[in-house]
């Protein structure tokens, strides 16, 4: 396995929750970063949405500030995020990103839908 691997993605309404996870490649400690972006149909970039360094810093985008929440699992080398509070503009592909020195690895990414 040379990327990560993502899971949880799915439907949900307005309002409510999602846990998505993201299996790194190898040890966390390892990894320079690891993390979630997030893409939309409308948008041909990737957008970050929450981060975690090597040195254990976590960076929200502001769009998820006190709503998503990441968490890591070092012992399975393992990155959840908690998304709370979703709203219809959260719809999006989610995918996992492994930033080892100069080189990203992305997982094939997680569809996550809000709609009533």
């Known amino acids: 396995q040379v990327h990560p691997v993502e899971a949880g993605g799915g439907l949900v309404q307005p309002g409510g929750s999602l846990r998505l996870s993201c299996v790194a490649s190898?040890?966390?400690?390892?990894?320079?970063?690891l993390g979630w972006y997030r893409q939309t149909p409308e948008k041909h970039e990737r957008e970050m949405v929450a981060a975690v360094t090597s040195g254990g810093e976590i960076n929200y985008s502001e769009f998820v500030k006190g709503r998503f929440t990441l968490s890591i699992d070092n012992a399975k080398n393992t990155i959840y995020l908690q998304m709370n509070n979703l709203k219809p503009g959260d719809t999006a592909a989610y995918y996992c990103?492994?930033?080892?020195?100069?080189?990203?690895?992305w997982g094939q990414g997680t569809q996550v839908t809000v709609s009533s």
């Open positions: 990103i492994e930033r080892r020195g100069p080189y990203d690895y």
């Open positions: 190898g040890n966390i400690f390892s990894i320079d970063s």
